[in-house]
């Protein structure tokens, strides 16, 4: 269940900005440079550079056998969706919590492994949320899809609650704040990978078994049930 950008610093976390700007429906296309082309009507355009902007994703689309992403550091091998493996998925899309159901996918890929024993992973910043074959013989698949939801629904946490976030769970910075130091008593293991993983094993557990967040750690837990409280009434 890992985060496919994890090299991605802490410190975007204090950078309003990134997936910031869009809505849960869309996704946001970077600065890019378009070729040159000739309109129908043989009009030559020349290339110009088109500014990031934030594009609707289209629900239709979900499902895909292949993908034109370049996900670093990864060997997957996609391969393509069975009908029931679609059917089992979108069950379990169809009954997230309300608040993390509004979040569109830009992609739902099927690979047979990322080489671990992960059930999923994810994309945050295309959101793209990606099957491996675990997945589909795990018992817990709905804990698994809200865990990879919460990686691309933590971007949209503003500066303080996610610093909150972080100091309620027990993560430390040095004295100027340039390092960032894990809980020592984490809710679960990989939570020590970074802020993101963290906060995606807090929401996987306040739906899945809410008494073990309470009593592990109460403030981490009242941060959690505010959050989700605000977020399911906007
Ligand atoms: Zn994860």
Redesign the pocket.
């Known amino acids: 269940?890992?985060?496919l950008l994890t090299s991605i610093p802490l410190i975007m976390l204090l950078i309003p900005g990134f997936a910031l700007a869009c809505l849960e429906n869309q996704i946001y296309v970077r600065e890019h440079q378009v070729a040159p082309y000739v309109r129908v009507d043989q009009t030559p355009v020349s290339g110009y550079r088109r500014n990031g902007y934030c594009r609707d994703l289209d629900i239709e689309n979900y499902f895909q056998d292949n993908s034109s992403q370049k996900i670093k550091g990864s060997s997957l091998k996609l391969k393509k969706w069975s009908e029931a493996e679609k059917k089992i998925v979108q069950s379990h899309i169809d009954k997230l919590p309300k608040w993390l159901g509004r979040y569109r996918f830009g992609e739902v890929l099927r690979a047979e492994t990322d080489g671990t024993r992960n059930p999923a992973a994810t994309v945050p910043y295309t959101k793209t949320i990606i099957f491996f074959d675990p997945f589909f013989k795990s018992k817990n698949q709905r804990d698994i899809l809200i865990?990879e939801v919460s990686?691309i629904a933590v971007w949209d946490l503003d500066v303080s609650a996610a610093e909150e976030f972080a100091a309620v769970s027990g993560w430390s910075t040095n004295e100027n704040q340039t390092k960032r130091f894990p809980p020592t008593n984490p809710i679960k293991a990989d939570s020590v990978k970074s802020v993101t993983?963290d906060f995606?094993n807090h929401i996987e557990i306040y739906y899945s078994n809410e008494g073990i967040l309470r009593k592990h750690n109460p403030k981490a837990h009242e941060f959690i049930r505010k959050l989700v409280l605000q977020k399911e009434n906007p």
């Open positions: 269940m890992k985060c865990h990686h993983e995606a």
